[in-house]
């Protein structure tokens, strides 16, 4: 296919081969000599308009550990600073022969209407509050890592979904799999009408933890909101975080998950996300292979 851009029209059977393929470069992730030539002679670009630690270096370290050449473009030092335009500056990438690109940009729609524009395969690491399917696919990694299989599972999914577009692209990918989503989050973050992603909406964080085998904080995204949306970060802390009381609640096998950045003692406190029952640096691991994965998956036109 050219271009990865969205989990909703995923179907379970891509979703699992996705998965198997990232488990041979997880394999290969951890050898001595990180190198396969899959990709030797393309080139791959990391087009991001907004700030990125672990998708854009795990992008990065994937097209390197496939032999690609792979070329950092940062918005903010860039020439859209002066002015150029989203679609002439996705021009002017593509006539330096890109084979790949992987963009994330602050507005939904975006990294479709740039796939639409140029003849480059293009992945989508973010765009806006619509989604970002890569980190679905690596947080599904990680699950099936851990129970081996998804249907039966339930996953509870708490903190800021109306601006999440790691939400999003779980829920759609998720319930694909046979998976029972709930979401947990204050009013003030919950979108009006959730009835379009079919979860069940707790009204507390006990009825959200307890029997979920894998729990998902969510960071605030301070950025979407324009205004902040809670009272305080201290309310949302005491009544909306995940803190080491819940352990008593939670399954004892129950995944801490959450995509990062992490917001200490907010969403989450240090001492759930350090603690045995966290993967969430299992999640950061399995980005490198799952983007390796989709690397090869992806085809540039004609
Ligand atoms: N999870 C995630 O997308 O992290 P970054 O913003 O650091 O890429």
Known sequence: MKDFLSTKNMTKDEILGLLDTAEAFRELSRRDVKKAPTLKGKTVLNVFFENS??????FELAAKRL???????TAS?????????????IQNLEAMQSDIMIVRHSCSGSVHFIAENTKSAVINAGDGLNEHPTQAMLDLMTIKRAKHEFEGLTATIMGDITHSRVARSNIWAMKTLGMKVKLFGPPTVLPNDMSPFGCHVCSNIEEAIEDSDVVMALRIQRERQGKLLIPSVREYSAFFGLSPKHLQIMKKDALIMHP???NRGVEISSYMADHPQSVILDQVENGVAIRMALLCMVKKEG
């Open 53 to 58: 630690t672990r998708t854009r270096t795990s």
């Open 260 to 262: 990062g950045p992490i």
């Open 67 to 73: 032999s690609a050449d792979a070329v950092n473009f």
């Open 77 to 89: 030092n860039s020439s859209t600073q002066k002015g150029e335009t989203l679609i002439d500056t």
